[in-house]
Structure formats: C-alpha cells, structure tokens
T-cell receptor, first 108, second 114 residues
Framework: DAKTTQPTSMDCAEGRAANLPCNHSTISGNEYVYWYRQIHSQGPQYIIHGLKNNETNEMASLIITEDRKSSTLILPHATLRDTAVYYCIVRVEDDMRFGAGTRLTVKP | KAGVTQTPRYLIKTRGQQVTLSCSPISGHRSVSWYQQTPGQGLQFLFEYFSETQRNKGNFPGRFSGRQFSNSRSEMNVSTLELGDSALYLC?????????????FGQGTRLTVV
C-alpha cells in the first residue's frame, strides 16, 4: 500500500507556479521522498527526490518539512505540457509503492 | 546515454498463452524493477532484481515471474494469461536500487489479452 496521500486533482494557470502537496506521516528515517509524473500512459518520468533538505533542479523544487511528514513539489512556471499525473513516493529500495497521484491540469 | 528500453511496445495474446517481456536497463544500472499499471489498480510493484537475484517481490500470483541476466537485462514472464492481465507493464532501472539513486522508467509494453 502507498505510504503517501495526495489530492486527487488540481488546476493551475499557465505561467503560474504549481504547488503539489504530499503527506507521508509514517515516513521512516532512511526513506527518500521521490516525485514522478506520467503523461498519457507513457512511462513515469523522474522529477526530483530528497531526504531532508530542500532540493531544486531544472524541472522543479522540492520542499520537505522539518519533521519530514509532508512535502511540496513546486513547478515554478507551469506550462500546458506539465499537465500530467504526479506521483509522490517514499522509497528506500526499488519496490516503489505508488498511490493514485494528483492529476494536475494546467489551463491557458 | 540510452534510456530504459522495453520490447515489444505492444502485444496481443490469447487467454491461456504465455508471454515474455524484455527490459534493457540504462548502461551501468544493476537494479531492474517491474510494475503493472491498470486503470483499476494503478501502478503496482511486481518484483525487483539486483545482480541477477530477486530482491523484492510484490503481491502477484506465481504466474508472474522474472529473471535478470549477467548484463543486467531483465525479462518477465506471465504464464496462463488471463483477461485481467491486460495492462501496461513498466520496468525501471537504477544504479543500485537504493533510495538515493534515481530510478528511470521505460515506455512500457502494452499487453492486451483477448
């Protein structure tokens, strides 16, 4: 069973920041928080991951709370091509347990 | 650098048949994991191989099996196919299969059982 909970769906205006929340209140000390997205039943695309500290890469930023019980993925300037299902996962090995994810719709 | 390659991309089989799907990981990656995605159940973990050994297994019947070769390429096999096995089968590879190494997915094999 997935160890994360996410909102079922969210909308975002094109050009604005998209903030996707994730709760992982039972996360263990050695589990990393990972984010993937999936577009049109293609293979999930890796976005970003982190353990304790906030992380940023060319795609997104990941903010993890100090108690590590929740995190937020930030897409700073959402485009129409960011419309996808976003999955938040806690992972220690490669048996990743996916939940239903958040369906993000970016609107013009 | 080539990504994760899955073959074939599409497959149609008849109930009762068996099927073998192939996954070539990113060069240098030693962990390969498999997932089944259906509209009703979402993405579900099947099993993970590391250095030719199955390290983790999900909650699937014994009809689902896999193996990994010395070059890290992996195959999964489904025997006695059922209609409910129709799904997108995805594999992911990572360097070591541990939490701090990114796992990258292939484009999947879409299996239709008729």
């Amino acid at each position: 069973d997935a160890k994360t909970t996410q909102p079922t769906s969210m909308d975002c205006a094109e050009g604005r920041a998209a903030n996707l929340p994730c709760n992982h209140s039972t996360i263990s000390g050695n589990e990393y928080v990972y984010w993937y997205r999936q577009i049109h039943s293609q293979g999930p695309q890796y976005i970003i991951h982190g353990l304790k500290n906030n992380e940023t890469n060319e795609m997104a930023s990941l903010i993890i709370t100090e108690d590590r019980k929740s995190s937020t993925l930030i897409l700073p300037h959402a485009t129409l091509r960011d419309t996808a299902v976003y999955y938040c996962i806690v992972r220690v090995e490669d048996d990743m347990r996916f939940g239903a994810g958040t369906r993000l719709t970016v609107k013009p | 650098k080539a990504g994760v390659t899955q073959t074939p991309r599409y497959l149609i089989k008849t109930r009762g048949q068996q099927v073998t799907l192939s996954c070539s990981p990113i060069s240098g990656h030693r962990s390969v994991s498999w997932y089944q995605q259906t509209p009703g159940q979402g993405l579900q973990f099947l099993f993970e191989y590391f250095s030719e050994t199955q390290r983790n297994k999900g909650n699937f019947p014994g009809r689902f099996s896999g193996r990994q070769f010395s070059n890290s390429r992996s195959e999964m096999n489904v025997s006695t196919l059922e209609l409910g096995d129709s799904a997108l089968y995805l594999c992911a590879s990572s360097l070591t299969g541990t939490g701090n190494t990114e796992a990258f997915f292939g484009q999947g094999t879409r299996l239709t059982v008729v």
